[in-house]
Nanobody, 132 residues
Framework: EVQVEESGGGLVQAGESLQLSCRVS????????IGWFRQAPGNDREGVAC????????DYVDSAKGRFTISSDLAKNMVYLRMNTLKPADTAVYYC?????????????????????????WGKGTLVTVSS
């Protein structure tokens, strides 16, 4: 069974950086998509960044491009989200999620970022608060 656990959230000031970590266990040699999503109070959950475990392909939503970087060290079962130049609008609970991209259910990363409900496994989230 795949298990997901996020860490690294906290309170930072606008313009500062923060790195989130996601520990993922239970993966097999199959293809997976691992992504970061966030949910601000009163808002729907939205995608931030996503990667494919087999070829390292990444994708980002427009608000994250140029500021956020998703990376992985799957030998250590870890996925990271480096967030630079944080803004108050980035305040949210950040979730790490995994989709098993088996044959016949392999979806493009940009589609997953636009449809959080397609992810199979979720962590409990970590809160990021950016003060102005």
């Amino acid at each position: 069974e795949v298990q997901v656990e996020e860490s690294g959230g906290g309170l930072v000031q606008a313009g500062e950086s923060l790195q989130l970590s996601c520990r993922v266990s239970g993966l097999t040699a199959d293809k997976y998509a691992i992504g970061w999503f966030r949910q601000a109070p009163g808002n729907d959950r939205e995608g931030v960044a996503c990667l494919s475990t087999t070829d390292g392909t990444t994708d980002y939503v427009d608000s994250a491009k140029g500021r956020f970087t998703i990376s992985s060290d799957l030998a250590k079962n870890m996925v990271y989200l480096r967030m630079n130049t944080l803004k108050p609008a980035d305040t949210a609970v950040y979730y790490c999620a995994v989709r098993h991209q088996r044959r016949n259910r392999d979806r493009p990363l940009d589609e997953l970022l636009g449809g959080y409900y397609q992810m199979d496994y979720w962590g409990k989230g970590t809160l990021v608060t950016v003060s102005s």
